[in-house]
């Protein structure tokens, strides 16, 4: 089994891909054996062919959502370590290596980062700031949780423990519902991360996703999620 699998979702994301995957390569050591997955989302641009010739494996998955991305990437890697990244340049790849040492080392089964640690000037606005911290203390407020950052996009885990997590968002809720599952059931630790601006046209609908999002906790508490 190969030990590391890189799981980025995209979608028309041709101006920053190539170079995510090259900070990949450069980061992590030679002798890791590693995949890149990337799942596109059908992208218009030429995200596929720049992945494809950086010696990514690139999924199409035609149905939509950020959610329904990753379960594919998920179901389609074969490392025994999973990690996460967006496609724009704003989580640092430099730091997979290390977050993986600290799963072996510190004995997790899975870790997720917190942005606001070392947010980078311009990398969020403070509508997105604001949602963030309503998400992550309803999160902590209904679930017990002990996330700063419920929406962050960056994790490392172990793919064994995924029969384990009852995931049913396919949508922007899935970030929040992972960490709350991982958190209650397996042994999850929350890690500081530097937060770097995005490459790239925003896709997040502040006030859509925040709302839908918002809505999804109180459905998952009473059991109603779907």
């Known amino acids: 089994m190969t030990r590391l699998s890189i799981v980025i979702p995209t979608m028309n994301e041709e101006r920053s891909i190539g170079l995510v995957i090259d900070e990949i390569r450069k980061n992590l050591p030679a002798s890791l054996d590693y995949e890149i997955l990337v799942i596109d989302t059908d992208s218009k641009d030429k995200t596929r062919e720049i992945a494809a010739s950086k010696g990514a494996k690139v999924i199409g998955e035609p149905r939509r959502g950020y959610g329904r991305a990753y379960k594919t990437g998920f179901e389609r890697a074969s490392g025994e370590i999973i990690a996460t990244l967006d496609a724009d340049m704003t989580y640092p790849a430099d730091r997979i290596a290390d977050l993986m040492g600290s799963l072996d080392s510190e ?13 980078q000037p311009g990398a969020m606005r403070g509508v997105h700031r604001f949602g963030n911290w309503v998400l992550s203390a309803t999160a902590r407020a209904l679930f017990r949780v002990k996330l700063r950052d419920s929406q962050s996009g960056m994790w490392v885990f172990r793919k064994s423990i995924l029969p384990k997590l009852n995931i049913v968002s396919d949508g922007m809720a899935m970030s929040e519902e992972l960490k709350i599952e991982a958190f209650r059931k397996t042994k999850a630790e929350e890690f500081p991360i530097k937060y770097s601006p995005r490459i790239g046209e925003v896709k997040l609908n502040s006030w859509g996703d925040g709302t839908r999002n918002l809505r999804f906790l109180f459905s998952k508490k009473l059991g109603r999620a779907r």
Do not use: G, Q, S
């Open 107 to 119: 004995k997790l089964d899975f870790i997720t980062t917190n942005r606001f640690a070392e947010l």
